[in-house]
């Protein structure tokens, strides 16, 4: 996974183009940002922004890396490298069309939208839940992960209520920790207990 981001992130640097350039505007019509080209049914921008990063800040890159690094290679593990996959791709996706139905409510203005931040906020969300002892370093601090956890949501829901800046990036951050959430407590639950059905009926 790591590859891919990087292999994107070379092939912006490479063409002297910002994500955002690039990502801003179908070329063959006038529909433009993330929200309005997923109702014009691009939907794959709800998949494909998640692997975008902005070629103006090696920061966002950087700590979306770290993040990854440092928490999803315990699911990774636990999960085994498709579930985490499709585990990943599931917490950017719900990011993404939370942001546009806020979009729609007129909430949020529209805009374009790019990072695997809801993503990493879902891993955060899914190791608070499956490894409570797990201890984030955050600026020197040591910081239990369900203590950070807690702390970014309140950021982050008081940032998208009085739509500060990066609201819309916060929006996907809170629905990508909720799905982190749900899935370890429900949503495994819901598919381990349907396999075991159709297990139990191969048997019958």
Not at 18 to 45: F, K, N, P
Not at 71 to 84: N, S
Not at 88 to 107: A, R
Request: aromatic content about 20%; some cysteine; glycine content about 10%.
């Amino acid at each position: 996974m790591f590859f891919v981001f990087f292999i994107v992130f070379f092939f912006f640097f490479f063409k002297q183009k910002t994500a955002y350039e690039i990502y801003q505007c179908d070329w063959s019509s006038d529909v433009c940002s993330s929200d309005l080209g997923v109702l014009h049914g691009q939907v794959w921008r709800l998949i494909s922004y998640q692997y975008l990063h902005d070629m103006g800040s090696l920061w966002h890159l950087f700590l979306n890396m770290l993040g990854l690094y440092f928490l999803g290679i315990h699911l990774e593990r636990l999960w085994g490298g498709r579930k985490f996959f499709f585990f990943y791709t599931m917490s950017g996706l719900l990011g993404g069309i939370f942001y546009t139905l806020l979009v729609l409510i007129n909430w949020l203005p529209n805009g374009v939208m790019v990072g695997a931040s809801g993503c990493v906020l879902g891993c955060l969300g899914a190791c608070a839940v499956l490894f409570p002892s797990m201890q984030l370093i955050i600026l020197v601090f040591p910081v239990p992960i369900r203590m950070a956890a807690t702390l970014f949501v309140a950021m982050y829901t008081f940032n998208l209520l009085s739509k500060g800046w990066n609201a819309g990036g916060d929006a996907a951050h809170l629905a990508g920790l909720a799905y982190g959430v749900f899935w370890p407590l429900y949503g495994q639950r819901y598919f381990q207990r349907a396999k075991a059905k159709q297990v139990q009926g191969a048997w019958e």
